[in-house]
């Protein structure tokens, strides 16, 4: 009866493991936004205008945002050097129910280069940005940021892979 039990087991693991591969190993998400951010690299010391919200890309400050969960909305600038280093920023609104902000902080306290923070005005209760990239999400513990976590964080669109996610600035606004 054991032997029979693992053999099921193995086959369940063997047809999973072949749709996975099918459905491409894991890839991005649907839903995934192109997000035309221009140059990397294009420092400012200026508060600028992004022509999305929040912003995916485009000019940066000097200084970028350490990795890890904020309770207060951080500055767009110092986020979106992090997403120059390769770091994924989850922003959420601020009134997502308490086991959802949860939810994330763990997410982001399990790893490196992802951060999270509140921000007004989001028409979805969390996006995920990623350089030059975007997904819109219903709730936190939507399985699609997973997959885009693990598509995009340090992923090949990266401008400076294996730059710092720690070092910059953890001030809020």
């Known amino acids: ?24 190993g894991g890839g991005p998400p649907g839903g995934v936004e192109d997000v035309d951010v221009g140059q990397a690299g294009q420092h400012t ?12 890309g485009g000019e940066l400050n000097p200084i970028w945002q350490n990795e890890g969960f904020y309770e207060e909305p951080v500055r767009n600038e110092t986020a979106v050097h992090t997403l120059e280093h390769g770091a994924l920023w989850i922003t959420y609104q601020p009134d997502l129910p308490q086991e959802q902000k949860d939810a994330l902080r763990e997410l982001v306290e399990a790893q490196t280069c992802v951060l999270a923070s509140p921000y007004e005005g989001l028409d979805a209760p969390v996006v995920a940005s990623a350089w030059g990239k975007q997904l819109r999400l219903e709730s936190a513990d939507a399985s ?4 885009f976590i693990q598509s995009y964080r340090q992923g090949p669109q990266t401008p400076e892979p294996g730059a710092a996610c720690t070092g910059g600035t953890a001030e809020s606004l």
């Not at 699609?144 to 997959?147: R, V």
């Open 1 to 24: 009866m054991a032997v029979a039990l693992v053999a099921a087991v193995l086959a369940a693991f063997v047809v999973a493991l072949v749709v996975d591969l099918r459905s491409g």
């Open 144 to 147: 699609d940021l997973q997959s």
């Open 45 to 56: 010391e200026a508060a600028v205008e992004y022509e999305q919200s929040p912003p995916a």
